[in-house]
């Protein structure tokens, strides 16, 4: 291949902002015919807006204050808007002594009186406080448990909007010849499901720890596979893909290390854009 061809079609893309690492990621860009997308951050724009809460044994301030404490030392998306909340409210937040986060499940903290606090999945608030209902969400919603002690402290629900380019994006990689387009995300089915539907993804995979996503990527049938996420808990899967592409700051923070192309602007249209300019670069290139 002529590296001159592929210089350009680097500078080229780095033009849209879009930093490719190396020849090799963009020769394999060209012939991509999976890909699993992340939907937190990716297909959504990741800052989350708290729509209502639905107080538990807690009233709707005590449950903000709550997990705002435990989300302050949190740089999820659901954690600033929730402490967003609770600066406008002008809530007091109790005293946090320790806290802890996973990627997987969500954060917990230990108040200054004893107590335990956590924000995060169903299942992880099922662990302290037993059984439970999800919630009815409307499309577009998500939500966090929020546990005190063994009690149920309430549920916020958050919506997050959908990117603007997300169902055009999709519908051009079907076009570019990437026709095995799954879902892998940490969110719940439901919430995952209406996504997928509005952006036209058939298949999806919820409630995905950092490791399932990629066993779930390597049961990708068409190879090579792209992988695009922009999370802390995308990192292992970015490295695991045939190329890897990060959006955005937080996810070029998270996850540059790993990823064999790199996205700095936080739009993923750039994410067929790259893919077209591969594909014309390599053409030139043979
Ligand atoms: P995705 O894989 O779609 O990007 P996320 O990274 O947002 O999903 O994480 C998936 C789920 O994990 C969230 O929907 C939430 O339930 C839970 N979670 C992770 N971190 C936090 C946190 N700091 N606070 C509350 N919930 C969290
Ligand atoms: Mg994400």
Redesign the pocket.
């Known amino acids: 291949a002529a590296p001159v061809a592929f210089m350009g079609g680097m500078s080229r893309a780095a033009q849209i902002g879009v930093i490719i690492k190396n020849g090799g990621a963009l020769e394999t860009l060209a012939r991509v015919r999976s890909a699993a997308l992340?939907?937190?951050?990716t297909l959504t724009r990741g800052n989350p807006e708290v729509r209502r809460v639905i107080p538990g044994t807690h009233s709707a301030d005590e449950l903000i204050a709550l997990a705002a404490a435990a989300?302050q030392f949190?740089l999820?998306a659901?954690?600033q808007s929730i402490g967003q909340v609770a600066a406008e409210r002008g809530l007091t937040l109790p005293e946090v002594t320790g806290a802890d986060?996973t990627?997987t499940?969500?954060?917990r903290a230990l108040l200054a009186d004893g107590t335990e606090v956590r924000?995060?999945?169903i299942t992880y608030i099922e662990e302290v406080a037993g059984p439970l209902e999800p919630a009815q969400l409307a499309p577009g919603e998500?939500f966090?448990y929020v546990s005190h002690g063994s009690d149920l402290a309430g549920i916020i629900i958050l919506a997050d909007e959908l990117r603007a380019t997300a169902a055009g994006t999709v519908a051009r990689l079907h076009e570019l010849g990437v026709t095995d387009i799954a879902m892998l995300?940490?969110?719940n089915a439901a919430t995952a499901r209406a996504i997928a539907g509005t952006v036209g993804i058939d298949e999806v995979e919820a409630g995905?720890t950092p490791q399932t996503k990629v066993e779930h990527l390597a049961a990708m049938r068409n190879r090579p596979v792209l992988m695009v996420g922009d999370?802390v808990?995308d990192a292992p899967v970015l490295a695991a893909a045939d190329v890897g592409i990060a959006l955005g700051a937080r996810g070029a923070s998270a996850a540059s290390e790993s990823a064999s192309a790199v996205i700095t602007q936080d739009d993923i249209a750039n994410v067929a854009y790259v893919i077209e300019i591969s594909q014309r670069t390599v053409r030139i290139a043979l």
């Open positions: 992340d939907k937190t951050g989300e949190s999820h659901f954690a986060e990627a499940n969500g954060v924000v995060g999945k998500t966090v995300t940490g969110d995905c999370g808990n």
